[in-house]
């Protein structure tokens, strides 16, 4: 199914996810899609906010009327294919190269309306020395022009609908060959450990220092360093 069509674009707007939110929850069709120039209240996940220099970053968010527990990751490998192989998916959410974030993911679903939001902001512009100097060794970009925008759009839409279609097993095999956080140490609201995989429903598989194992099926994981 053709994924950006129909397709509202605005200037600028508090959140992308909140528009598409309000589009499915009023019917939109599957593959809808809302992009913006700027966002003034951009989200992230756990309450965080997103922040975009204005031309900086492609800021998407897809409705879809299917739901599927890998979908964030689908998403992910999607946006690693732009970058080519250094990408690295940081489970469940984020797209990493060389360590730095190319992108975040928020996927917002109301399973018993039959939709999916999912959201994507992804730095394919950025010029990392317009961040704030806090902010300058945690980001990385596609390093694309401003007039390319629309550009990768197109390229990550074709990607998407190549991740959304796939079979599981060749999801997990790509995570797999992507894992940012295989063999790194790692800590969650709950404990630390050293990552050892993705299983094959998707979830995250540690190792704690007691040498157990223990698989994590949400939430968030933060990368020791
Ligand atoms: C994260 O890393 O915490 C997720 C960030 C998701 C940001 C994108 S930008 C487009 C869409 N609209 C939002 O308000 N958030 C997502």
Do not use: C, F, Y
Not at 22 to 37: D, K
Not at 71 to 81: H, I, T
Request: hydrophobic fraction near 45%.
């Amino acid at each position: 199914m053709t994924l950006g069509r129909p397709r509202l674009h605005l200037r600028e707007t508090t959140s992308t996810n909140d528009r598409a939110r309000e589009l499915a929850a009023r019917g939109a069709p599957h593959g809808t899609i809302v992009t913006a120039g700027v966002q003034t209240a951009g989200r992230g996940r756990q309450g965080r906010t997103w922040t975009a220099p204005p031309g900086s970053s492609l800021l998407l968010s897809l409705i879809l009327r299917s739901s599927d527990e890998l979908l964030p990751l689908r998403a992910g490998l999607a946006v690693a294919d732009l970058a080519g192989p250094a990408a690295r998916v940081k489970w469940p959410n984020d797209v990493l190269v060389d360590g730095r974030k190319l992108a975040g993911i928020l996927a917002e679903a109301r399973p018993q309306e039959g939709w999916t939001v999912v959201g994507i902001g992804l730095n394919a512009a950025l010029n990392v020395d317009d961040l704030p100097p806090d902010l300058r060794g945690t980001a990385a970009s596609l390093g694309r022009a401003p007039g390319e925008l629309e550009a990768v759009l197109g390229t990550l839409l074709e990607a998407l609908t190549r991740w959304l279609a796939a079979p599981a097993g060749e999801v997990i095999a790509a995570l797999r060959g992507r894992d940012a956080l295989l063999d790194q140490r790692v800590a969650w609201n709950g404990g630390d450990g050293v990552g050892t995989g993705i299983d094959g429903t998707g979830r995250l598989l540690v190792r704690r220092a007691d040498g157990s194992e223990t698989v994590l099926d949400a939430g968030e994981v933060h990368l020791l360093r």
